[in-house]
């Protein structure tokens, strides 16, 4: 199967810093998106990482390790406006598009 | 502002009917992609066009179809409609065919559906 996992939920307190992990299957494996989605509204594009190693952009960072089917965002100086889902998206290297995870439902307190 | 719009934003309708939403992709976008998002499922995929033609079917039920036509847009039908299909509907679309970096898909604002 196209399995995808992440935590449901997360909480944080604002300007720390949070780690959201994504495990997916590695068979036929061609990149790994994040994507941010607020309530009610369209996803967007957060980063991709087809290499393993750190991606950064600002305060937010992606990682990738193919070995072990292993993705991380990391969130750093965490804002109020951070609060949202977080998406984990596989993408294989056959026809078939994106496959996304349910998401993580992050919840930035102060 | 992605780029990409959807319309019409919200829909009500009855269960057995018919809708269609309509969906416009970025400009010089080739692919359009639509996707399902009820609340304990996620993002679920339904269908993939490039330029016209059918690349990927997700898990699309029967009682729904899409094209897309040569001025790119698409539409997506809905019928028979249930009250389990009430979800927001999302298109998306991206320069090539959505491999790799520079294929990131770009999102609409959705269309909800509800059926009662």
């Known amino acids: 199967g196209q399995n995808i996992d992440q935590p449901t939920e997360m909480t944080a307190t604002e300007g720390a810093i949070v780690q959201i992990n994504c495990t997916y299957q590695?068979?036929?494996?061609?990149?790994l998106f994040w994507y941010q989605q607020h309530a009610g509204e369209a996803p967007t594009f957060l980063s991709y990482?087809?290499?393993?190693g750190l991606e950064e952009k600002g305060r937010f960072s992606s990682f990738l390790s193919r070995s072990k089917g292993y993705s991380y965002l990391l969130l750093k100086e965490l804002q109020m406006k951070d609060s949202a889902s977080y998406l984990c998206?596989?993408?294989?290297?056959?026809?078939?598009?994106?496959?996304f995870g349910k998401g993580t439902r992050l919840s930035v307190i102060a | 502002d992605s780029g990409v719009t959807q319309t019409p934003k919200h829909l009500i309708t009855a269960t057995g009917q018919r809708v269609t939403l309509r969906c416009s992709p970025r400009?010089?976008?080739?692919?359009v992609y639509w996707y399902q998002q009820s609340l304990d499922q996620g993002l679920q995929f339904l269908i993939h066009?490039?330029?016209?033609?059918?690349?990927a079917k997700g898990n699309i039920l029967e009682r729904f179809s899409a094209q897309q036509f040569p001025d790119l847009h698409s539409e997506l039908n809905l019928s028979s409609l249930e009250l389990g299909d009430s979800a927001l509907y999302f298109c998306?679309?991206?320069?090539?065919?959505?491999?790799?970096?520079?294929?990131?898909?770009?999102f609409g604002p959705g269309t909800r559906l509800t059926v009662l």
């Open positions: 998306a679309s991206s320069v090539g065919m959505g491999q790799g970096p520079y294929n990131e898909q770009f």
């Open positions: 590695t068979s036929g494996f061609n990149g």
């Open positions: 990482n087809v290499l393993d």
């Open positions: 400009s010089g976008d080739l692919s």
């Open positions: 066009y490039y330029n016209g033609e059918e690349r």
């Open positions: 998206a596989w993408l294989n290297s056959g026809n078939t598009p994106l496959v």
